[in-house]
């Protein structure tokens, strides 16, 4: 029985995923693809906070070259990687790349579709696409420039060089940096303080900040409607006022 190229340790209130393709440093085949939709199905059906890593002391070295190479047109215009990687930037709950190690190409996409990314000092990020004759297809030309900016991404995107750690939390690709070792506790430390406010309030401010430009403010003034109706908002209010009082 082949085994599984997604460690999946899921939880109440959170999802472990972990890519562990040891031989090609995490690539990201054609099987790894199909284990990421299922796993985005179970997330659409029951949200949670999911948080990606790879093993090994690897994210994702890109793409599986030895696939991409005898891809054609009509895999291309598939986008079989970025239809995936837009379903994990769409799940309802917030989505936590842990990205030690490389991440290239197509891991580089994986970590841009995440809301928030956290590394080490071993970490290395970048798109070197353009040296393999393609380009960076799988979110990286419009996700990137929301990151950090159109000049900083063209430079990234048409030079190919990668950045390091240290680069990558100057440039704000990455919050924050862990030794390999905290790297996890770290990832779960930021999905604690999540799952301690309200889902469905965690939910619409996600949703709010992937809204196009042109729908601000409209969309801020019907989604806090449904939220002031709801009895969460005046349970978590009076609970405040009350520890309030009590100081």
């Keep these: ?64 070259i030895a696939q991409l190479r005898e891809r054609t047109a009509a895999d291309a215009r598939a986008g079989i990687n970025m239809r995936v990687f837009t379903r994990i930037a769409q799940l309802p709950m917030p989505v936590i790349a842990a990205v030690d190690g490389w991440a290239l190409g197509g891991g580089a996409e994986l970590a841009f579709a995440a809301d928030l990314r956290i590394g080490t000092p071993r970490t290395r990020i970048g798109n070197p696409e353009t040296g393999l004759g393609i380009l960076a297809a799988a979110g990286a030309t419009f996700r990137l420039p929301a990151i950090v900016g159109p000049a900083r991404a063209a430079e990234l995107l048409l030079t190919g060089r990668l950045l390091d750690a240290a680069e990558a939390v100057e440039w704000g690709i990455l919050s924050s940096l862990h030794e390999p070792g905290a790297l996890m506790d770290a990832a779960h430390a930021i999905a604690d303080r999540i799952v301690a406010n309200d889902a469905l309030a965690t939910q619409y401010t996600k949703r709010a900040l992937a809204a196009p430009r042109e729908a601000h403010p409209e969309i801020e003034y019907e989604l806090q409607a449904e939220l002031f109706e709801r009895p969460e908002k005046r349970e978590r209010m009076t609970a405040f006022l009350d520890r309030k009082a009590k100081r």
């Design 1 to 64: 029985m082949p085994q599984p190229n997604l460690r999946v340790d899921a939880r109440a209130d959170r999802v472990v995923a972990t890519l562990d393709r040891p031989e090609v440093r995490n690539a990201i085949g054609l099987e790894l693809v199909a284990e990421l939709h299922a796993l985005c199905a179970q997330l659409e059906a029951a949200p949670r906070v999911l948080i990606l890593t790879g093993a090994g002391g690897v994210f994702a070295s890109g793409a599986d």
